[in-house]
C-alpha cells in the first residue's frame, strides 16, 4: 500500500513539475522573447529552456528539476547535452563537406604560397570517442567520413594527425572531460607526442612530467546547459617536468595593443571561467619565447583545443607564435611573416574547420573562387 501512494505521489510531482516548467516557459517566451505574430512555435521543454535562460531567482534549481523530470519522463537529451551517469556528450552536427573542401584549398593555397612544412590535426568530439554512452535509440550523425574527406583534399605534402585513431586507442584513459566539451591535457599531450613526432622531434615521455591537479571540481559548458550533478566532476591539470623549459617572454596582441601574459590564468579556477585557465581569454597573437636554444620557430594555428597543448610544445622551440582562428579579423601576413618559421602547425577542434571565413585569412581575406 505504502509503495502505491508513494508511486502515485512520484507521479503527481513529475506532472505538477513539467506543467510548471511548461507554463513557466510559454509565458516568459511570450513576454519577453516572441512577437504575438509568430504564434506557438516552440515546443513546450524549449519553452521551459526559454524561461530558464533568464537571470531569475531560483533558476538553478528550476533547470536541475526540468533535468530531474526530463529524465524520470525517459528523455536522457537536454538541449543538445546526452546525459549519462558516466559523462554528459553533445550531439554533434552534421559537417559541411563543401565548408571543408574550401577550407582545405586555403590551407593548400596557404602551404603552396610560402612552402613552410605544415603538420594538420582535427579533433573530433567525444561523442564520436564514447558512442556507447549514448541512449540506445539515440541517432547521432558522425564526422568521421566528412573529415577523412577533408584530409584527403589537403595536398599530399601536409602532414595530417589522424586524432580519432590516437584518442580511440586511449579512450579507457582520462582524454575527454565527463562535463565539458573538450579534452584534458592527458588527451592533448597523446595526440602532441604523435604531432611532435610528425614535426621531427622526440615527445618528452610521460615518466617525465609530474601532474599538478589544480582544480578538481571543474564543472564545464555541457554542465551548464542541464545542471546534472551526478556525473563527476572534472580535474584541470599541469603537466611540468624537471628539465622543462622555461618561458623567457609572453605576450598578447588583441587586435591593436600588446601586453605581457601568462601561460596559466589562475585567477579563472574559482570563476564560471575555469576552462580558461590554459592561455586565458582568446588573443588573436600570442608570442611565447622560451629558454630552448635551437632558434627554431612554431606558428600554431589554433582555436580552444591547442591551448592545453602549448606546454608540451614548448619543449621543442625557441619561439611560439599562436594565433587564434576564431579571433582573425585580418590577412595573416598583416600580423606575421609566414616564412620566418621552420614549421606551421594548424589544430582545431573539427568544426572549426568548417569555418572559411577564418581560414580564408590565410591568403589574404579572398575567396578561392
Known sequence: MQKKISAWVLLLVLHVGMAWLVIAGVRSFQADMAPASQGNAYSGWEKADAALSHSAPGKDSAMRLRTLLSLATGNEKIGSVYISEERLLREPELLDETALAETAAYINAFYQQYTVPVCLAAIPSATEIYTECLPDHAVVPSQLEALDTFYEATDTQIRKID???VLSTFKEDYIYYRTDTSWTSYGAYCVYRNIIRKMGYYPVPYDSYSITHVKNDFRGDLHAECLFDRVTA?????????????????????????????LYHYDLLETEDAASFYMGEPQLHVQIQTDVENGKQLLVLKDSYADCMIPFLMQHYAQIDVIDVSCLDRPLSELLEPTAYQQVLILCDADTYADTAVFSYLNGGESND
Open 163 to 165: 586524432a580519432y585513431h
Open 234 to 262: 572534472d580535474i584541470l591539470d599541469v603537466y611540468t617536468c624537471a628539465d622543462s623549459s622555461e618561458i623567457v617572454s609572453m605576450r598578447s596582441f588583441d587586435g591593436s595593443t600588446w601586453k605581457d601574459c601568462a
